[in-house]
């Protein structure tokens, strides 16, 4: 797919750029901007390209050696470029999780998403019918977890066009899905007996789960509801199965994998989307690759000034909750750079809560590396989907910190 | 001022606008769509008419009748369109928290922007001198609370142009600011000995303490700064004194007001934010407005749909950590929509987490009010701030649901 990216000026309103004048993302790049000219500000979230370039290339090559078709999480990103990107690097598609990140996906040119969510909204479930009718190549997947919504969903319809759903199974203290056969197998014969709405497969979620074991035996349930609706004659000719977060993507290869279901030919999607820029939190620890032969680099980081150090052990940096996440982890202090001075390693300070626009970094060690009033700090991050949406426009920036290029994100 | 207001399409990309085809707000608005009528998707934010005009009339009464200036703090909603209407009921200015606020604020054509937090970005320091050289009309102030900075500020310049500061006063366990009188003097002595850099004012931020009688006691430290630097021939001529977040203004009037500190005439500027749009959390119970005639309306509500019942007594809301505040409080269930029904208080049913797309409603009581699938419900937020930071344009609607505004925002 040759994606489209919306036009964006770099101006006065682009955060992290110093733009007095608006300019193009490629007026921008090719003037060969560097982290620290002055063509930046602070606070600003950088992507590092090598690392997200390694990243893309660690899971297309999981997923190709594993037979996995992969529709990498866009809501992770919600970036043309990126998208772009991991297409190029062979993905089936984009995933999606509403109806507006759908809409954007498909103004961007992705002509294949799943949307990882239940869809209740008339106005989109329409949509979604009149395209898959209009265009040939388009393929819409969505959830359904109960008759309420394939009955939402025929009435969106009256009797115009047809969707094609995934049957979402969850599991107990989880978010949506069914939580037994018995319901699973309930909706599935709504489905069948709906006309315009075809089951095409089985959806689950296990990333919120504490542990690979309890993936292995969810996702083992997962399977084992899909092999019942093929025996009950509910999927046929071909059933797609899905689910993936950052965290046990090998599990799901391990469990989900393989070419059929019940003796049906099948096709196993992933859904993976922290993966590509990885962080230096959450998924840090949590990550596959801490049990399987690979490696992800985080990719994010925040660069902001210390504004001020009003009492010892306390410095207050121009970064908070507008621009860094919060929700799963507070950032890391990678580095301190000061003019004329080779950059350091900040030992013993951790951001300990943030405002709006400030973090608060605290010293448990008086020992510690000095922070000083102006040096620039560059901070990781925990949970990229949240990075992300804080931000209009990203530069990449490459071992030398010369930006190399700008993707802009739609949320 | 009249301001510009950066053309924005509302199109796929636009999150809680249903366009396929880009149009413009003014086409929007002209089209005289309804909440309802599928022109909007959910999730969707929304801002209440009748409740901002009637926020900002509260706040700018109250600054005229308390002989304030007014500079309400923008990076609340950073929206063009709503800086204007506060500018237009007789604000002094506009604050900002960081440079490419102040860039995007004097883009949109704020001429007088109080920078409430340090400046330490050269590349940003030179620009406000410059602009302050080049422009009769623009007055730029911004806090300094550290020799350091100081120094910092003199280097940019590099003995061109002239900086206008306030001497930040902090307190114990909060942000930045002085700790101390003897630290007020020896910055403010370091600034008169510094050239091309003014010390015209004090300023502070008592919004994060606990309760009015703490603000009263720390404001009351803040005047008694200003004074001993007029005492001590720091500030001459006119002083600039100010605070104010949206919990204690009244206390501000009350500790800062006045027509003089010293002996030497001053003016004080209020620079709540919050305010403007009220909410149904944090600032429902700690406005001014409990202790002092007067009410604020809260203007905020996002809309979403009930996308699954998985389990008794626990609803899956499709609305998450990118679309509703989860800093300060977990949104609130308000109402519930049902096609061909009346709209019904929702009792009994607590926001109790969010994922990045989806809320966890639950309920105590199994005799609350039943939700269903499709269900649209009507949520109240808490924390201002961090909802406007989420979504770039925001159908302003009527008491009949009509959209009658959009306005947008640029973080």
């Given at each position: 797919?040759?994606?489209?990216?919306?036009?964006?000026?770099?101006?006065?309103?682009?955060?992290?750029?110093?733009?007095?004048?608006?300019?193009?993302?490629?007026?921008?790049?090719?003037?060969?901007?560097?982290?620290?000219?002055?063509?930046?500000?602070?606070?600003?979230l950088t992507l590092d390209a090598d690392a997200v370039v390694h990243n893309i290339g660690q899971l297309a090559s999981f997923?190709?050696?594993?037979?996995?078709?992969?529709?990498p999480?866009?809501?992770t990103t919600?970036?043309?470029?990126l998208?772009?990107a991991q297409?190029?690097a062979?993905?089936?598609?984009?995933?999606?999780?509403?109806?507006?990140?759908?809409?954007?996906?498909?103004?961007?040119?992705?002509?294949?998403?799943?949307?990882?969510?239940?869809?209740?909204?008339?106005?989109?479930?329409?949509?979604?019918?009149?395209?898959?009718?209009?265009?040939?190549?388009?393929?819409?997947?969505?959830?359904?977890?109960?008759?309420?919504?394939?009955?939402?969903?025929?009435?969106?319809?009256?009797?115009?066009?047809?969707?094609?759903?995934?049957?979402?199974?969850?599991?107990?203290?989880?978010?949506?899905?069914?939580?037994?056969?018995?319901?699973?197998?309930?909706?599935?014969?709504?489905?069948?007996?709906?006309?315009?709405?075809?089951?095409?497969?089985?959806?689950?979620?296990?990333?919120?789960?504490?542990?690979?074991?309890?993936?292995?035996?969810?996702?083992?349930?997962?399977?084992?509801?899909?092999?019942?609706?093929?025996?009950?004659?509910?999927?046929?000719?071909?059933?797609?199965?899905?689910?993936?977060?950052s965290?046990?993507?090998?599990?799901?290869?391990?469990?989900?994998?393989?070419?059929?279901?019940?003796?049906?030919?099948?096709?196993?999607?992933?859904?993976s989307g922290a993966y590509l820029t990885h962080d230096h939190g959450t998924y840090a620890g949590s990550t596959p690759f801490t049990?399987i032969a690979g490696h992800l680099y985080p990719a994010l980081r925040v660069?902001?000034?210390?504004?001020?150090?009003?009492?010892?052990?306390?410095?207050?940096?121009?970064?908070?909750?507008?621009?860094?996440?919060?929700?799963?982890?507070?950032?890391v202090?990678l580095r301190?750079?000061?003019?004329?001075?080779?950059?350091?390693?900040?030992?013993?300070?951790?951001?300990?809560?943030?405002?709006?626009?400030?973090?608060?970094?605290?010293?448990?060690?008086?020992?510690?590396?000095?922070?000083?009033?102006?040096?620039?700090?560059e901070l990781g991050i925990s949970h990229p989907?949240?990075a992300?949406?804080?931000?209009?426009?990203i530069?990449v920036i490459d071992a030398e910190q010369?930006?190399v290029?700008?993707?802009?994100?739609?949320?």
């Open positions: 797919m040759t994606l489209r990216f919306p036009p964006l000026l770099l101006g006065p309103t682009t955060k992290g750029f110093w733009s007095p004048t608006p300019v193009t993302r490629s007026e921008f790049v090719a003037a060969g901007h560097t982290l620290t000219d002055g063509s930046l500000t602070w606070p600003v997923t190709a050696d594993r037979g996995l078709a992969f529709a999480h866009g809501k919600m970036s043309p470029e998208f772009s297409l190029d062979g993905a089936w598609g984009i995933t999606v999780a509403t109806g507006n990140q759908l809409l954007s996906a498909h103004s961007f040119g992705v002509h294949r998403v799943l949307v990882a969510n239940e869809v209740l909204d008339p106005t989109v479930l329409r949509w979604i019918a009149a395209t898959l009718a209009a265009e040939p190549s388009a393929d819409i997947l969505f959830h359904v977890d109960s008759v309420a919504a394939v009955d939402v969903a025929a009435a969106a319809l009256a009797g115009e066009g047809r969707l094609r759903v995934l049957l979402e199974v969850g599991h107990e203290a989880g978010r949506s899905g069914v939580r037994s056969g018995d319901q699973a197998l309930a909706v599935a014969q709504h489905v069948a007996r709906t006309p315009g709405v075809d089951l095409v497969g089985v959806s689950a979620y296990e990333g919120a789960l504490v542990d690979a074991d309890a993936a292995r035996a969810f996702l083992a349930e997962v399977r084992a509801v899909a092999e019942m609706l093929v025996g009950a004659g509910l999927l046929q000719d071909h059933v797609i199965l899905s689910a993936g977060g965290a046990y993507f090998d599990v799901v290869a391990d469990v989900l994998g393989g070419a059929d279901v019940g003796g049906v030919p099948s096709t196993t999607i992933l859904r049990r660069w902001a000034q210390v504004v001020s150090t009003p009492e010892d052990g306390l410095a207050i940096v121009g970064a908070g909750k507008r621009d860094v996440p919060y929700d799963s982890g507070l950032p202090v301190r750079h000061r003019a004329g001075q080779a950059p350091v390693a900040v030992v013993g300070w951790d951001v300990t809560r943030t405002n709006d626009q400030h973090a608060y970094l605290e010293c448990g060690d008086p020992l510690g590396t000095a922070l000083a009033v102006g040096d620039l700090l989907c949240t992300f949406d804080k931000w209009r426009a530069p010369r930006v290029d700008v993707v802009t994100t739609w949320f």
